[in-house]
């Protein structure tokens, strides 16, 4: 399943994404991450007011970070994607499916649109990023540059032996007689 989601950090500030509902969630939050330009730190994602965590840069460290969106999502059609910065700075973004579909006819992932550039580094919190997006000299945000970020990830995980590892499973080790 595809699904286009609107993800909201602030009025002002938002991204649509076109992501793989395949992808499991540390892989999920990597993309968001990338959509919106930040570089590091740990995420989790949030419906129905619990808390399950999507790993850190892009690398799971739980057995729930492995379970795929789609699954993970079920029927709800809202949620929230946190993206918590190594200084410790907690950013809610509220996101919304807009579209729920077998196949979305665009390239996967993607940003379709957004609005509002945010700074790459660790900020103090959400009044640092206002005022970074209200400054007279900040350019637009660059849809291409970060489609171009979310693709070089892929739409889905292709390291899952290693990433099980890293979220705690024994590695697979094959034996031919």
């Known amino acids: 399943m595809h699904f286009l989601l609107k993800i ?10 076109a992501l793989d509902g395949r992808a499991d969630l540390a892989h999920t939050a990597n993309l968001i991450t990338a959509s ?12 129905n007011g619990e808390r399950v965590g999507a790993g850190a840069n892009g690398q799971p460290d739980s ?7 789609e699954e993970w999502l079920g029927d709800c059609s809202e949620g929230a994607y946190i993206h918590i910065f190594d200084n410790g700075v907690e950013l809610i973004h509220r996101f919304k499916v807009m579209k729920r579909e077998e196949k979305l006819f665009c390239l996967m992932p993607s940003v379709i649109v957004g609005a509002g550039r945010v700074p790459e580094c660790a900020v103090s919190g ?13 350019l637009t945000l ?3 540059a970060a489609t171009s970020v979310m693709r070089a990830l892929g739409s889905v995980r292709t390291d ?7 979220a705690g499973a024994m590695p697979l080790n094959f034996k031919s007689f």
Do not use: C, P, Q, T
Request: no cysteine.
């Open 160 to 166: 899952v032996n290693a990433a099980m590892v890293d």
């Open 8 to 17: 909201v950090l602030e009025e002002g500030i938002w991204r649509l994404d």
């Open 126 to 138: 959400i009044d640092e990023i206002r005022a970074f997006a209200d400054r007279d000299e900040n």
């Open 36 to 47: 919106f330009g930040y570089k590091s730190g740990r995420n989790f994602f949030e419906k």
């Open 142 to 144: 660059d849809i291409r």
């Open 63 to 69: 057995h729930e970070a492995m379970s795929s969106f």
